[in-house]
């Protein structure tokens, strides 16, 4: 069965530490992935993807994420975190020529001030 | 630039009820797919509209079906409502069938409560 897996329910950050946001996935063949974040009573909203080139991908408001063949990861990461980062982001997906997309069960972030 | 629009913005039901949840997508997409989020779970994909048709569908039971219009607005329908049908429904729309590289634009959600 294909599956994305967020290991970690929650992670805490002090603000202007960096932040990483595991991620890694079950998809067959070269899957397109997503993060998006979900703010308290919103819909998801996109940060950034991974299509092909570059394993760096740089998104929305100075978060990036890293993808891993060899791992099938795709860690979310930001140098310097801020208190307004804190939310829930999932980790997302999508075959090639394919029309689901699979989420994860998302990761709470605390970023303490 | 109107976004993704879902209504209404909460509703309450007792078993054995019907709902009808309606989505509007961003304006210039034409693909219309909803998902459940249940509590403290990531969104769960229920199916996809595209030209007025179902073309993909998750694994939900057929109480789950929805419609799409000429105007690429949608709506998903719920019968004989479970508790377990308790959750976030969340529209999300975006622009050609199997362009699977673009990320989903999402509505705000219905949160449907079941009593």
């Known amino acids: 069965a294909q599956s994305v897996a967020q290991p970690e329910d929650q992670v805490n950050v002090a603000e202007g530490n960096p932040l990483t946001v595991k991620c890694t996935y079950s998809?067959?063949?070269?899957?397109?992935l997503f993060w998006y974040v979900q703010y308290p009573n919103r819909g998801l909203q996109f940060l950034l993807k991974?299509?092909?080139?570059?394993?760096l991908v740089k998104g929305s408001y100075g978060f990036e994420a890293e993808f891993n063949k060899s791992q099938t990861s795709f860690h979310l990461k930001k140098p310097s975190a801020l208190v307004s980062d804190s939310a829930l982001y999932f980790c997302a997906a999508q075959n090639t020529g394919g029309f689901k997309t699979i989420f994860g069960a998302g990761t709470r972030l605390f970023v303490k001030a | 630039d109107a976004g993704v629009t879902q209504s209404p913005t909460h509703l309450i039901k007792t078993r054995g009820q019907q709902v009808t949840l309606r989505c509007s997508p961003k304006s210039g997409h034409d693909t219309v797919s909803w998902y459940q989020q249940a509590l403290g779970q990531g969104p769960q994909f229920i199916f996809q509209?595209?030209?007025?048709?179902?073309?993909q569908r998750g694994n939900f039971p057929d109480r789950f079906s929805g419609h799409q219009f000429p105007n690429y607005s949608s709506e998903l329908n719920v019968n004989a409502l479970l508790l377990g049908d308790s959750a976030l429904y969340l529209c999300?729309?975006?622009f050609g069938l199997g362009v699977s590289n673009q990320p989903q634009h999402f509505g705000d959600g219905t949160r449907l409560s079941i009593l």
């Open positions: 999300a729309s975006s």
């Open positions: 998809v067959s063949g070269n899957p397109y």
């Open positions: 991974y299509i092909t080139g570059d394993n």
């Open positions: 509209y595209y030209e007025e048709e179902e073309r």
